[in-house]
């Protein structure tokens, strides 16, 4: 039986920092060679509720909402063997670019999912670590949809479930010492690889439901 070693609570500072991640150039704001319209706030309404936001600025870009546990008090980081399990509700809107994923010191980026709704059916499923990813087509994937998934990071096989079911073993893993920490955010698309927002949208959101992670034994 494994622990429930985190559970996140999104208004806790101490789980979380909003608005900055050392995975965007200086920490932050924005991230244009990613072909990211983001801007960074810390302002609470974008993620502290669970629903993460994006809104329309004057200058073209997206104030965006992004929380980290790099940085926050209690520094939480997955380790090998950890299950991270969560629920989410995809958007709907084109350009909007939802993202659980992991990052440490440059690096150790697992994707537990990225989505982009002009491929509304699919979503992408990544280990950078080792390089490699599945796009995974699903009729229980569609915008505005909820779904409930989870990835293990395995030493030598990371698995992801969609809905209960294993959709994706890469039989590569992350190695016996992995840990990286947790970032979740929406980000804006700025049309290199999807579509950028049409011009009349002005704002757009997913939602995280609940997040957790598991571990054989906390401590």
Not at 83 to 93: D, F, K, Q, W
Not at 121 to 140: F, I, M, P, Q
Not at 188 to 205: I, L, N, Q
């Amino acid at each position: 039986m494994t622990d429930v070693c985190f559970r996140a609570d999104f208004t806790s500072a101490r789980q979380w920092v909003a608005g900055r991640s050392w995975a965007y150039p200086g920490g932050g704001p924005v991230n244009p060679d990613d072909d990211k319209l983001d801007h960074l706030v810390a302002d609470p309404a974008y993620a502290r509720t669970g629903t993460f936001r994006a809104t329309r600025r004057a200058d073209g870009l997206w104030d965006t909402g992004l929380l980290t546990t790099e940085g926050s008090d209690e520094g939480f980081t997955a380790r090998t063997g950890d299950r991270l399990e969560a629920t989410v509700r995809l958007p709907v809107e084109t350009g909007a670019w939802p993202a659980i994923w992991t990052w440490l010191d440059g690096g150790q980026e697992i994707d537990v999912f990225e989505y982009h709704p002009d491929n509304p059916d699919l979503l992408e499923l990544s280990n950078h670590v080792r390089g490699t990813h599945r796009y995974h087509r699903d009729d229980a994937v569609r915008p505005g949809g909820w779904i409930d998934l989870a990835v293990e990071f395995g030493a030598r096989n990371v698995v992801w479930s969609l809905n209960g079911a294993t959709v994706f073993a890469d039989r590569r893993g992350v190695g016996r010492h992995w840990e990286a920490h947790l970032i979740v955010n929406l980000s804006v698309c700025a049309g290199r690889y999807h579509p950028a927002p049409d011009p009349e949208v002005t704002e757009m959101s997913f939602e995280v439901a609940a997040l957790t992670v598991r571990r054989d034994a906390c401590g």
